[in-house]
């Protein structure tokens, strides 16, 4: 079985508490036995998978399958196409050499429910969504690859795994894949 889920801001991507005021998926009402296939940050958004079948973990996760995934990201200020360059050709982060990934301003703009709570708004600093596809998934690397180039991230919702589209799936609600949904998930 893998599930869906549109993960809300302050949910965490297990099952138990932490001891902070965020969710845990506990309060999801998910059918017993499944986990999540990897993780969203807490104050990170979207698609998030959960299964009861060990094979999807090593299917989505292993580095040698380069699983692409695609986040959107609100940042602070409008990249230039240089900065955008930066991204894609990969970043020095901690250390680490971010693999190439596919960067761009999403035009045109989407419009995305409000946040609960909002993110914070200044008047003087203008903002914009930009979409990054990614094969790795570090912690937090998105956001350090935007702030990298000078561009805080001030939003982050991942759309899609594989082929699979988050769509119009509501924060907080989740469904059960069909066969051929799953066959879109594992899609390269």
């Known amino acids: 079985m893998l599930i869906a889920l549109h993960k ?14 965020n969710r845990p998926l506990a309060e999801f009402g998910f059918p017993k036995n499944v986990y999540a296939i990897g993780r ?26 380069a699983h692409e995934r695609e986040y959107w990201a609100q940042v ?16 020095v982060i901690q250390g680490h050499a971010t693999l190439p990934c596919r960067a761009w301003l999403l035009e045109p703009q989407p419009e995305i429910a409000p ?13 914009c969504w930009i ?13 350090r690859m935007t702030a990298a180039i000078g561009h805080p991230t001030l939003r982050l919702l991942r759309v899609r795994i594989g082929n ?20 879109l998930v594992s899609a390269k």
């Open 76 to 91: 602070e200020k409008i990249p230039t196409v240089e900065s955008l360059g930066k991204l894609s050709r990969g970043l």
């Open 164 to 183: 699979f589209l988050l769509g119009n799936l509501p924060a907080g609600q989740w469904k059960k894949l069909t066969p051929e949904e799953c066959v």
């Open 40 to 65: 969203l940050d807490a104050d990170s958004e979207g698609l998030l998978l959960l299964s009861d079948e060990a094979q999807w973990n090593e299917k989505l996760l292993h580095p040698r399958h």
């Open 115 to 127: 946040r609960v709570p909002p993110i914070r708004f200044r008047k003087s600093v203008p903002d």
């Open 8 to 21: 809300p801001f302050g949910v965490l991507s297990q099952f138990t508490s932490d001891g902070s005021p």
């Open 131 to 143: 979409g990054l596809e990614l094969v790795e998934g570090k912690n937090r690397q998105v956001r």
